[in-house]
């Protein structure tokens, strides 16, 4: 596509309920990001993956956050038992990763957990 | 380690009136810097990048930028605001895994 489109724009959860939030990448872009941002904070990086493969997840919070990209496109960032301080913007990027440093942003995934 | 401050959380200038947006870098590497700038319910959109080669860089709507190594800044101006330039801007730096490390935001206000 033109963008990287996310879905669900918004999403409300209860405290406890498992949330799965889907990115679609520009088509042909290797390399995936996820960034949570926080109400009034810059966005932090949770993972990345190149291609199919994840190569850091260091930002992921606790482990009950987990990433795929299983076919090297589309990528699901799922939180089980979500809590309210996962509250936030979750913001997909993807990159041609040719070294331009091209990063393309999603308009993100607002989750609020009540 | 990478990391970024942005001095003031809020600026608000005139119409016309020159904006600046202040942004400090450290980096362990050769940095890799950008600006980014957020509508309210939108994601981020590139306004200009510094990589390699001219330290004055030039983006889209009027912005620019310049390195200035020694004093490890990347300052963020605009000669004459217009309102649609009302949003929050957020300066980063990439380190060399193509991991972003973002400020925490400057929202600028521009008054008629």
């Known amino acids: 596509g033109a963008g990287v489109s996310q879905s669900p724009r918004y999403k409300v959860a209860k405290r406890g309920q498992d949330v799965a939030l889907r990115c679609d990448p520009i088509?042909?872009?290797?390399?995936l990001f996820w960034y949570q941002q926080a109400l009034g904070q810059g966005p932090e990086f949770l993972t990345y993956f190149q291609n199919e493969a994840q190569l850091d997840k260091s930002g992921l919070p606790s482990d009950r956050f987990f990433a795929e990209r299983p076919e090297g496109s589309v990528s699901t960032l799922k939180i089980q038992r979500t809590q309210q301080e996962d509250s936030a913007v979750y913001l997909c990027?993807?990159?041609?990763?040719?070294?331009?440093?091209?990063?393309?942003f999603g308009s993100g995934t607002r989750l609020t957990v009540v | 380690a990478q990391s970024v401050t942005q001095l003031g959380s809020h600026v608000s200038v005139s119409e016309g009136a020159l904006v600046l947006l202040r942004c400090n870098y450290s980096s362990s590497v050769p940095p890799y810097l950008f600006w980014y700038v957020q509508y309210p319910n939108q994601g981020l959109q590139l306004l200009l990048k510094y990589t390699t080669g001219a330290t004055l860089v030039k983006g889209i709507n009027g912005f620019e930028a310049e390195f200035k190594k020694s004093e490890t800044s990347f300052h963020l101006t605009k000669p004459s605001a217009h309102m649609s330039d009302a949003a929050e801007y957020f300066c980063?730096?990439?380190?060399?895994?193509?991991?972003?490390?973002f400020g925490s935001g400057t929202k600028l206000n521009v008054k008629p």
């Open positions: 088509s042909g872009h290797v390399s």
């Open positions: 990027a993807s990159s041609s990763g040719t070294g331009d440093y091209g990063y393309t």
């Open positions: 980063a730096v990439i380190n060399n895994f193509n991991k972003f490390y």
